[in-house]
């Protein structure tokens, strides 16, 4: 099926297929038997006999009876269980690993006690590897069994996800968490990652979970899509060689002669594409993780400097490199500010009058949205010290400056809610950027233009 006729049906919903059909696949002959083990528990764990079943095929995958060949059949099979139960089967699977297959207590203190007394003999090190394994859970070894089969990778992303979902209704589940996150930071380490160019002539079923994946600005149509893809406007992904048709991050860039003030300029369907090769500026406009379960990981700040890297060499015109970034705490914090708290900005309503008085005439409140966003970016801080705003944390960790703050340059229905429909240029200044790194992260310190300075005077 070509783009063009998947077109027709403007944008194609692509349902989350999760791994079960590759799980089938690797035992082929023996699938039935896999099938079998799976329908002797019941899908939703409700009895105590299921419970018990289940413990028993968690051990069996610790302690395989047969060689490799068996611990590779279990594996599988206990993968497609957890894929083939109700959602309440599943919290019972999580639970159960959770909670049943902790680090043995009783163990540890012995090996601490042994390797105390010989931490100081030349057999220290042997001390050290015998502690180390008994401090490993029995659910961390089930977990990276699952990691040598082909769709092992996304199971376990797949299952962080899931994960993360529960949590915090079950708080047995965090060491669980913790573990997979471990795992994936291990597995999901940059240096195992490529990085790809996205283009209009790639496989349409990358192209569709383009659509379905950005999570900045919403993907109305192909068109649309094979805008963003044109010439001056790029697309670049990390992907796993284990999730090879998974993109795990991409990052959506133009290139542009002059720094971008507005989203709409920048995603014009009608604006005629500009030559590449004389553009002076490159703009990162949108990126968007695409694995839940890959939360917390690290990803984008290396992405962003890849991406530098390669376009400074493709594209020698190219000096300036600078976001175009939504604001996405903005309107939630403002929603909090009493008049009290803003009449020490020279601002006489509160922060829910104004934003109920932005639905009649937003033009009205521009200067104190402006003086009230430049204040959200440079005052107000996380617990951590750092900036309140997620966004501009992100940027402002990796070494960016706050560049300017621009007036309606998102006037989609989610940039008014969000940011007020105020965008803000981070600039990635090369020379600078390891200084302004650690001048943030160490004290707390956020680099900013003159330009954001004189909001808050005005």
Known sequence: ????????????????????????????????????????????????????????????????????????????????????????????????????????????????????????????????????????????????????????????????????KLKNQYKSLSPLENELKSILCTLVDVDLLDLHQITWDSPASLLEKLIKYEAVHKISSWGDLKNRLDSDHLCFAFFHYKIPNEPLIFVEVALMNEIADSIQHVLDESVPSSDPSSASTAIFYSISNTQTGLSGISLGNFLIKRVVEKLSQEFKSVKVYATLSPVPGFTKWLKNQDVALLGKLNIKQSGTEILESIKTNIECEKQSLL?????????????????????????????????QINWMADTSEKGISQSAGIMVNYLYELPKIDNNHENYMINKAISHSKKVSAMLKE
């Open 1 to 164: 099926m070509t783009k063009e006729s998947l077109a027709k049906t403007d944008i194609v919903k692509v349902e989350d297929k999760k791994a079960t059909k590759g799980f089938f696949k690797i035992l082929g002959e023996v699938a039935d038997a896999v099938r079998s083990w799976v329908g002797n528990i019941g899908p939703d764990l409700s009895s105590s006999r299921d419970v018990d079943s289940l413990v028993l095929k968690m051990n069996e995958c610790l302690n395989p009876k047969g060689g490799e060949v068996s611990a590779r059949k279990n594996t599988v099979s206990l993968g497609n269980l957890y894929l083939s139960l109700s959602e309440a089967g599943q919290i019972k699977f999580l639970q159960t690993l959770a909670e049943k297959f902790n680090p043995d207590k009783t163990k540890i203190d012995e090996e601490m006690k042994v390797y105390k007394k010989n931490q100081d003999s030349e057999s220290s090190y042997k001390f050290e590897q015998d502690l180390i394994k008994v401090l490993e859970s029995p659910r961390s070894k089930i977990l990276k069994q699952f990691i040598s089969l082909p769709e092992g990778l996304k199971f376990i992303v797949d299952m962080r996800s899931d994960v993360l």
């Open 371 to 403: 003086k009230l966003c430049a204040h959200y970016l440079l005052k107000v801080k996380s617990s951590g010290g750092g900036a309140y705003d997620p966004v501009a944390h992100f940027h402002l960790s990796n070494g960016a400056s706050i560049k």
